[in-house]
């Protein structure tokens, strides 16, 4: 019910921005307005998850993940995408049930596979827009190192890097810590949070995975 009050609230206040965003896609590059996509939710279940568009519509479908400087990104997309605006639209996914304000991020069934024995216990939380995850990895298309394939580097290093700061929150998470989350979300979309420099490694806990569990403790 909050989730629902919430995002209705931030629909109506939000909406001359939605409107103004709205035009700007459709001038710079006509219809469609949204992007829809196929994202796992809670209990394996799938939903159309919704962002503005930020590719040109005659891109082709190419790699699943958004690069830094990805050369099928408009000049609103590129502001929507570094102002996280594109994800306003899932305010309608939370009002619908399929998302949470504070949650893990949904993955696409592009990586279906990515969920091991280890990560499928994060299947027991409805995905949101806001969370640990969300806020250390703000600038994601940033971390994809040149020599690597990006889609198996998010398979065999983000993804697990990700799913370990969420289990390790969403299993002992209350009301007020997920306020704090986003509080958090807000302030890394202003740039006013630090990003995490350390990516813990998949198989067992680093320097990096014990300083990521200080953040999620709130320490």
């Known amino acids: 019910m909050i989730d629902v009050i919430l995002a209705s609230v931030g629909l109506v206040v939000l909406s001359p921005l939605l409107l103004l965003i709205m035009i700007s896609i459709v001038i710079e590059t006509g219809f469609p307005i949204f992007f829809a996509q196929t994202r796992i939710a809670q209990g394996g279940r799938t939903f159309k998850m919704y962002k503005f568009r930020k590719f040109h519509p005659t ?7 958004t690069m830094k400087h990805d050369s099928r ?3 609103i997309g590129a502001f929507l995408a570094h102002t996280k605006l594109d994800e306003l639209p899932q305010l309608f996914n939370i009002i619908r049930g399929d998302m949470a304000i504070v949650g893990p991020r949904p993955e696409s069934m592009a990586f279906a596979e990515v969920f091991t024995a280890r990560e ?8 949101g827009i806001f969370g640990p995850s969300q806020v250390a990895f ?10 690597k394939d990006p889609v198996e580097f998010y398979r065999e290093t983000l993804f697990p890097a990700k799913a370990a700061l969420d289990l390790a929150y969403y299993s002992r998470r209350t009301v007020w810590t997920d306020l704090l989350w986003i509080g958090r979300g807000v302030l890394a979309v202003l740039g006013k949070v630090p ?10 806990p680093s320097e990096g ?7 999620i403790a709130g320490e």
């Not at 703000?138 to 020599?147: F, G, H, K, V």
């Not at 990003?195 to 067992?204: F, G, K, N, V, Y």
Request: charged residues 30%.
């Open 59 to 65: 891109s082709a479908d190419g790699c699943p993940l």
């Open 73 to 75: 990104m408009t000049r």
């Open 120 to 127: 499928l216990p994060l299947l027991k939380y409805r995905p």
């Open 138 to 147: 703000r600038n994601e298309c940033c971390l994809y190192p040149a020599d």
């Open 195 to 204: 990003e995490l420099d350390l990516i813990p490694a998949a198989s067992e």
């Open 209 to 215: 995975a014990r300083k990521m569990d200080i953040v």
